[in-house]
């Protein structure tokens, strides 16, 4: 079983639908991160949360601890936020991180 | 603030053939990893250097893949020989604070296609 699961692993969308992208991981963990990935290939941190819930822009990320769940919310999509978006969290040594396998998120105008 | 930089961004070779990738990270961030990406998974970690040392390594195929961070700033990845399996994307971060706790800045990636 992988460490970090992801749900769906693709998702087609019209403009202006919310978005919801769901995490599990097996591990205990004292923080989550969000992470973009563009076509291009470079990632981007969204967000790191160990608790609760965090706004940024459209983007609204929570996390529940006890169930080991985390949502990425998209609110008002646009084609803009295509991209692959990863959940990570850190490894059992806590040296490194271990990634989901990310969701493709297509947009449509 | 400067990003992580990383060269080339593209390179294309032939199996058994050598290449080398280079990064640069945000100045001041003393931990430095290396992923590995192949198409439709998410990044695996290759290796994790803490200023120039080695803090894990575990998952470097070593027969074929060295890194090294000589004077704890930037750092080269080579893999040599190269095989078809080695086909990904290849991508440096780096962060302030050791650990999965800090937030981890990546840099734009070099796409490896070997043929």
């Known amino acids: 079983k992988n460490e970090v699961e992801q749900s769906p692993q693709n998702l087609t969308a019209q403009e202006g639908e919310f978005i919801t992208i769901n995490c599990s991981y097996s591990?205990?963990?004292?923080?989550l991160h969000w992470l973009q990935q563009h076509p291009g290939g470079g990632i981007v941190s969204l967000f790191m949360?160990?608790?609760g819930k965090k706004k940024h822009g459209r983007l609204i990320a929570t996390i529940n601890i006890q169930e080991k769940h985390s949502s990425l919310h998209i609110t008002a999509s646009h084609p803009r936020d295509s991209a692959v978006y990863i959940c990570?969290?850190?490894?059992?040594?806590?040296?490194?991180?271990?990634f989901g396998a990310g969701t493709r998120l297509t947009v449509k105008p | 603030e400067a990003g992580v930089a990383q060269s080339p961004r593209y390179k294309i070779i032939e199996k058994r053939q050598s290449v080398a990738f280079w990064c640069n990270p945000i100045s001041g961030h003393a931990t430095l990893y290396w992923y590995q990406q192949i198409l439709g998974q998410g990044p695996k970690l290759l290796i994790q250097?803490?200023?120039?040392?080695?803090?894990?390594d575990s998952q470097l195929p070593k027969d074929r893949f060295s890194a090294e961070r000589l004077k704890g700033v930037d750092s080269t990845l080579k893999i040599q020989p190269a095989k078809l399996e080695d086909s990904a994307v290849y991508l440096c971060?780096?962060?302030?604070?050791?650990?999965?706790?800090?937030?981890?800045?990546f840099g734009p990636g070099t796409r490896l296609t070997v043929l």
């Open positions: 971060a780096s962060s302030f604070a050791a650990g999965g706790q800090g937030e981890q800045f």
């Open positions: 990570a969290v850190p490894g059992y040594n806590n040296n490194d991180m271990r």
């Open positions: 591990v205990g963990i004292s923080a």
């Open positions: 250097f803490q200023n120039n040392g080695v803090v894990d």
């Open positions: 949360l160990s608790s």
